[in-house]
């Protein structure tokens, strides 16, 4: 088992950044990929972002390409999603996710309780 908790998510105005931080707990002796995905009010969760194990692949959704980027430190069992040039519509709450290997879709093994972040124009 590998428990996920986010943090970093709050308000920010358009064109702002923030920095989300997910700590990793449990059996993070085992490899995993880790990824991003968010959910706004009435819309499905999306993928937003991944990151292998050793951080030598990384996955964008076109929507938050060159604007955020993935990150993990393996030493502190951390993940991380530096957001830039934040966009209204980038407000969801925003879920950390694990699982043995990349996916693109919610089939994660492992997510987080999810942290808020409200972009206003």
Same mark, same amino acid.
């Given at each position: /088992? *590998?428990?996920? !908790?986010?943090?970093?998510?709050?308000?920010? /105005? $358009?064109? %702002?950044?923030?920095?989300?931080?997910?700590?990793?707990? %449990?059996?993070?002796?085992?490899? +995993?990929?880790?990824?991003?995905?968010?959910? $706004?009010?009435?819309?499905?969760?999306?993928? !937003?972002? $991944? &990151?292998?194990?050793?951080?030598?692949?990384? #996955?964008?959704?076109?929507?938050?390409?060159?604007?955020? #980027?993935?990150?993990? @430190?393996?030493?502190?069992?951390? %993940? #991380?999603? /530096?957001?830039?040039?934040?966009?209204?519509? @980038?407000?969801? *709450? +925003? +879920?950390?996710?694990?699982?043995? *290997?990349?996916?693109?879709?919610? @089939? #994660?093994? +492992?997510?987080? /309780?999810?942290?808020? *972040? &409200?972009?206003?124009?």
């Amino acid at each position: /088992q *590998v428990q996920l !908790v986010e943090s970093g998510g709050g308000s920010v /105005q $358009a064109g %702002g950044s923030l920095r989300l931080s997910c700590a990793a707990s %449990g059996r993070t002796s085992n490899s +995993y990929a880790m990824g991003w995905f968010r959910q $706004a009010p009435g819309k499905e969760r999306e993928f !937003v972002a $991944a &990151i292998s194990w050793l951080g030598g692949s990384r #996955y964008y959704a076109d929507s938050v390409k060159g604007r955020f #980027y993935i990150s993990r @430190d393996n030493t502190e069992n951390m %993940g #991380y999603l /530096q957001m830039n040039i934040l966009k209204p519509e @980038d407000t969801a *709450v +925003y +879920y950390c996710t694990a699982g043995p *290997v990349i996916s693109f879709t919610t @089939d #994660y093994q +492992y997510w987080g /309780q999810g942290t808020q *972040v &409200i972009v206003s124009s």
